[in-house]
């Protein structure tokens, strides 16, 4: 048995969210216990900075490393915290704080490479690259207790999308002996990781992949009608007293990325400020309030998912679970149950895995199986070309086994 950190702020960035975990056995007899679950908010100037540079502001080297050591910093103090009347963990699972993500692509043009002895020609490439910021050699100098982070750059490296990670874990908390289960969790992005029932060679049945927007827009939406003042709407209020507008969800769901067949990923770099601008300019045509606005995105997030499982799943789940903030956004859950009847619409706390800290807790099983030497990737997933060891390794100073 080992007790272990996972920590990961995600797309929406309102918070360091850190659980502890007690976990033993490997794979399919795996069992987590969750001893403590909390979520840290940055202070607002680290928060606003983050957004910034995920909006695609610039920095210099100068600002970007010390962006990059507070937000380590901010995750250490999240470490440290989780800890405080609880057993001292023995391993750090650290997603950090996604900056950028680019999913494989054709189109990127790169120099040829000159090694001194010949010309490689390089002229494109598919390989994706993602960016989390909060470095794993502070964080286990800081809290002193070893730690995996980076956990995306090796699936990258053999061609996977490095998204989503979590339904590897997912496969073996959340799965069941007679449902096919979707367990869709809803950040600032959206994504679904679809378990067959335990029957056959059900692992090789998984699919998951980021469904599109998920509170990203809605948080952009309130942010920029209430100049600052509020940062998302809390229980879906206010888009529930709006009316979405149908044509414009349709004409919204035309777009590329939805059609896209999976594996994909994506992230605040398309559903962004200026998608944001787009949709607001869409909805000027068919005069709609802020809260009609609203509820169009909220049924935008919604649409998406039920979309994206009518087009790609094998079939259709027996049940889905929700866990991520959507979760408790009363409107979306409402809206996803409606449109997805008669599957019935739970939460991952259901089932027994908390929803608020699942993500949290997944990459704690990650570092676990990273410690254990076993692969946390699913290639039918991301991607990939094959399973591998997932995350880099930081032992602290005082280690013994340090070097």
Same mark, same amino acid.
């Given at each position: ?5 996972? /920590? ?8 360091? @969210? ?25 202070? @607002? ?17 100068? *600002?970007? $490393?010390?962006?990059?050591? =507070?937000i380590a910093s901010a995750?250490?103090? =999240? ?23 680019? &999913?494989?692509?054709? !189109?990127? *043009?790169? &120099? ?24 794993? $050699?502070?964080? =286990? ?11 995306? $750059? ?15 874990? @997912? ?41 599109? &927007?998920?509170?990203?827009? /809605?948080?952009?939406?309130v942010q920029h009608f ?21 044509? /414009?969800? !349709? ?11 999976? #594996? ?29 606005? /609203? ?48 599957? &019935? ?29 076993? #692969?946390?990737n699913l290639p039918q997933?991301?991607? $990939? ?15 013994? !086994?340090?070097?």
């Amino acid at each position: 048995m080992m007790r272990v950190i996972g /920590l990961i702020s995600g797309t929406s960035v309102d918070g360091i @969210d850190a659980a502890l975990v007690e976990i033993s056995g490997k794979d399919l007899d795996i069992e987590v216990t969750l001893l403590a679950g909390a979520t840290y908010p940055y202070p @607002d100037a680290l928060s606003k900075q983050i957004l910034e540079v995920c909006g695609g502001a610039s920095l210099s080297m100068a *600002e970007f $490393a010390q962006l990059d050591d =507070a937000i380590a910093s901010a995750f250490a103090q =999240a470490a440290q915290n989780i800890q405080n009347g609880n057993p001292t963990a023995e391993l750090i699972g650290s997603h950090g704080q996604n900056v950028y993500h680019r &999913p494989p692509t054709d !189109d990127l *043009e790169l &120099p040829i490479l000159d090694s001194g002895l010949k010309k490689i020609p390089n002229p494109k490439s598919k390989m994706g690259y993602s960016l989390q910021l909060g470095r794993g $050699a502070l964080i =286990a100098h800081l809290t002193g207790i070893p730690t995996v982070n980076n956990f995306r $750059a090796a699936d990258i490296a053999v061609g996977g999308q490095g998204a989503p990670m979590v339904p590897a874990v @997912d496969a073996y908390l959340l799965s069941h002996p007679d449902k096919h289960r979707c367990v869709q969790n809803i950040g600032g992005i959206g994504n679904v990781a679809y378990l067959p029932a335990r029957q056959g060679n059900w692992l090789e049945d998984i699919r998951g992949w980021d469904t599109g &927007p998920g509170n990203a827009l /809605l948080d952009l939406t309130v942010q920029h009608f209430t100049n600052g003042s509020k940062t998302y709407d809390q229980d879906g209020a206010w888009a529930a007293t709006g009316t979405p507008c149908k044509a /414009l969800v !349709d004409q919204w769901l035309s777009q590329d990325y939805f059609q896209q067949s999976p #594996p994909k990923s994506t992230g605040r770099e398309l559903f962004s400020f200026e998608y944001l601008q787009h949709c607001i300019a869409d909805a000027s045509a068919y005069e709609l309030s802020t809260s009609d606005l /609203l509820a169009t995105l909220t049924e935008l997030t919604a649409a998406s998912i039920v979309h994206s499982y009518r087009t790609f799943l094998p079939r259709m789940p027996d049940e889905v679970l929700l866990c991520g903030g959507g979760s408790r956004n009363l409107y979306l859950k409402q809206r996803l149950q409606a449109t997805l009847e008669p599957v &019935p619409v739970l939460t991952t706390d259901e089932a027994g895995v908390s929803a608020d800290f699942k993500e949290a807790i997944a990459f704690a099983v990650l570092a676990y199986w990273r410690n254990l030497g076993i #692969p946390g990737n699913l290639p039918q997933v991301t991607g $990939a070309d094959k399973a591998v060891l997932l995350g880099d390794v930081h032992l602290p100073h005082n280690s013994k !086994d340090a070097r």
